[in-house]
């Protein structure tokens, strides 16, 4: 009984001797592992630094163009602003040349009869003169373009009526 006693103690010696081993390889293969991350997280953390000061600056010169487009948006409120009245203006001309025109015109129709008497009245001065300065120049005769004209101009009066 006291041989496997000792067998036993032996094989639990070997074995544990055998753990031993097995845990150490295991370990240094760990360390080599974990030495090996360390140098990965090494190199990120100096790739890191670098892209965090390039994002620095990207939001310095961000923050730079912010501004500068505030500035600008600032100054073409105002031209938006002028343009605007300018419409308002130009509105506001057209409405008060639309009356006008309108009430031009309305003068114009209602007194339409009024200004072909004061046309056909005018072409009677005219031949009376031209007859009166006539008599005296004997001789000069004149075209009389204006009497045409005035014959027309009364003619589409007279159809523009009927």
Request: proline residues 1%; without cysteine; positive net charge.
């Amino acid at each position: 009984m006291v041989i496997i006693l000792y067998l036993s103690v032996a094989l639990i010696a070997i074995a544990l001797f055998i753990l031993v081993i097995s845990l150490t390889k295991t370990l240094k293969a760990m360390k080599e592992t974990l030495e090996s991350v360390s140098k990965t997280l090494d190199g990120l953390e100096s790739q890191l630094q670098g892209v965090t000061g390039e994002t620095t600056m990207l939001l310095h010169k961000t923050n730079a163009l912010a501004d500068d487009i505030n500035g600008k948006v600032e100054k073409l409120d105002t031209v938006v602003d002028a343009v605007q009245e300018v419409g308002y203006t130009v509105r506001e001309l057209n409405n008060s040349l639309k009356k006008v025109t309108t009430s031009v015109s309305s003068v114009m129709v209602r007194n339409q009869d009024k200004v072909a008497q004061v046309v056909q009245w005018g072409a009677v001065a005219k031949e009376l003169k031209d007859k009166w300065f006539g008599e005296k120049n004997k001789g000069f005769k004149k075209t009389k373009p204006f009497d045409s004209e005035v014959s027309i101009h009364t003619q589409q009066i007279e159809n523009s009526r009927g």
